[in-house]
């Protein structure tokens, strides 16, 4: 961008985004590059750029931008729920004779630079890898990204429109946890959090059965009596002691 007399005021479409003035009674030619961040949909976007001077006189400059991935298919194209040591298979097409990886964006590592695990062409244009859930590891809409290097070295990437949630099974909730319903909470969390306690106390009132994991591995009832796994309910909702949730099933 560029003005004699020091003035620039940049509009997209119908909004103004950069202003520029001269500081100065003196005003010399100006000449500025500024960094915009555009939102892309798939396929072809357009933008209209409108730059007055400070006599009001516009330049205008449309610019188009394509941005249609060479990535296709990409799987999982639903939401998917994994216990611990299940898989599922991740996989793309695009041009043949590319690179391929793919990434689980887990919350601790969002930003890092990693390719992430290699995939492998199983056929010309077909991109293929598995992903295990690890021991340990309980998450919920975990994304995944697929990446692929094309002979021209360009990167490519996009995202899964499935996501992963990771469960854990329900004999291995924490010790001391507490059991209301489809809920469960840490015992720390239960008496700080006055919304978990009013569930508490509602739904002993209305003469329902509270349960508890000790710190022996055992689950036991209000009275203090071992209960079967088969009596806890087929899916709960687990707040740890800063309420994250995570999901736990048998």
């Known amino acids: 961008m560029f003005d004699n007399l020091g003035y620039l005021r940049l509009f997209l479409g119908d909004s103004q985004i950069y202003l520029y003035e001269e500081p100065l009674l003196e005003v010399d030619p100006t000449e500025k590059v500024i960094n915009l961040t555009l939102d892309l949909i798939d396929g072809e976007n357009v933008f209209e750029f409108t730059l007055y001077d400070l006599a009001d006189h516009a330049t ?16 999982p194209a639903e939401d998917v729920i994994l216990e611990t040591g299940e898989s599922i298979e991740i996989s793309f097409n695009a041009p043949t004779g590319g690179t ?8 601790f590592e969002l930003g890092t630079n990693s390719e992430g695990i290699p995939m492998e062409e199983i056929t010309p244009g077909t991109y293929v890898s598995s ?28 995202i899964a429109s499935g996501k992963i949630t990771i469960v854990g099974k329900i004999e291995n909730l924490p010790e001391n946890t507490i059991i209301v319903g489809e809920e469960a909470y840490n015992i720390d969390y239960l008496n700080n959090n006055p919304k978990a306690q009013l569930k ?14 000790t710190n022996s591995n055992i689950f036991i009832d209000s009275e203090g009596n071992p209960i079967d796994i088969e009596s806890l309910p087929k899916s709960i909702i687990y707040f740890d002691k800063d309420g994250d949730q995570y999901n736990f099933g048998k």
Request: aromatic share 10%.
């Open 60 to 75: 205008r400059k449309e610019i188009t931008i394509d941005s249609t991935s060479i990535i296709s298919n990409v799987q």
């Open 100 to 107: 391929a990886s793919y990434k689980i964006m887990l919350p």
């Open 131 to 158: 992903f295990t859930a690890p021991a340990g590891l309980i998450a919920s809409d975990l994304q995944v990204e697929v990446v692929y290097m094309g002979l021209d070295g360009k990167r490519n990437a996009k």
């Open 200 to 213: 508490f106390i509602e739904w002993m009132n209305t003469g329902n059965e509270v349960y508890k994991k």
